[in-house]
């Protein structure tokens, strides 16, 4: 059975920090490419950031660019995403996101939500 299960979500003050986690099971996780993505009420569903499934390689949303890092421990099969200076403009559910461009599968995780508000 497949999971990605997000945790770390909740409510910070601007310019305050926290730290996404998602613990995947049930597929091979070191062959996926590893993805968060973020949703805002009313608005589309965004890429934030990837992270490659071997070389580590990154990309990023413009908009997080030097605030947020993503990280990934194949060994424990997980994905970390450090989000430092937030601002109100980062409020919204963030969803863990599993890609394999050669199977053709993506997987979902739940979402957790991130809330930047004094």
């Known amino acids: 059975q497949v999971q990605l299960v997000e945790s770390g979500g909740g409510l910070v003050q601007p310019g305050g920090s926290l730290r996404l986690s998602c613990a995947a099971s049930g597929f091979t996780f070191s062959t996926y490419v590893m993805r968060w993505y973020r949703q805002a009420p009313g608005k589309e569903r965004d890429l934030v950031a990837s992270?490659?499934?071997?070389?580590?390689?990154?990309i990023y949303a413009d908009s997080v660019k030097g605030r947020f890092t993503i990280s990934r421990d194949n060994a424990k099969n997980t994905v970390v995403l450090q989000m430092n200076s937030l601002k109100p403009e980062d409020t919204a559910v963030y969803y863990c996101?599993?890609?394999?461009?050669?199977?053709?599968?993506?997987?979902w995780g739940q979402g957790t939500q991130v809330t930047v508000s004094s």
């Open positions: 996101n599993a890609r394999n461009s050669v199977l053709q599968i993506n997987y």
């Open positions: 992270i490659t499934s071997v070389s580590g390689t990154t």
